[in-house]
Nanobody, 119 residues
Framework: QVHLVESGGGSVQAGGSLRLSCETSGVTFSTYCMAWFRQAPGEQREGVAGIYDGAGSPSYADSVKGRFAISRDRGKNTVFLEMNRLLLEDTGIYYC????????????WGQGTQVTVSS
């Protein structure tokens, strides 16, 4: 079974940086698209970034492009989301997700980690 555990969230001032980690089990990176989503209060989950061997370059939401970077450590079976120049609107619960052979759907989700950006 796929199991995803996020960590690295916390509180940070606007303009600062955080690095989120997603420790995975039951996931083969060659088979799964790994992605980060986020959900702000009163909003639905939105895709932030995705990475998959079969999809070419990583993809990013326009709102985070140039500020966030998704990466993988295959040896550690861990997915990262580096977040730089954080904005107030980046606040939310960030979720790691896995989709089988596509970034269009994600079947497995972590519990989420809270990111709070303050002025």
């Amino acid at each position: 079974q796929v199991h995803l555990v996020e960590s690295g969230g916390g509180s940070v001032q606007a303009g600062g940086s955080l690095r989120l980690s997603c420790e995975t089990s039951g996931v083969t990176f060659s088979t799964y698209c790994m992605a980060w989503f986020r959900q702000a209060p009163g909003e639905q989950r939105e895709g932030v970034a995705g990475i998959y061997d079969g999809a070419g370059s990583p993809s990013y939401a326009d709102s985070v492009k140039g500020r966030f970077a998704i990466s993988r450590d295959r040896g550690k079976n861990t997915v990262f989301l580096e977040m730089n120049r954080l904005l107030l609107e980046d606040t939310g619960i960030y979720y790691c997700a896995a989709g089988v052979r596509t970034c269009a759907a994600h079947e497995d989700w972590g519990q989420g980690t809270q990111v709070t950006v303050s002025s």
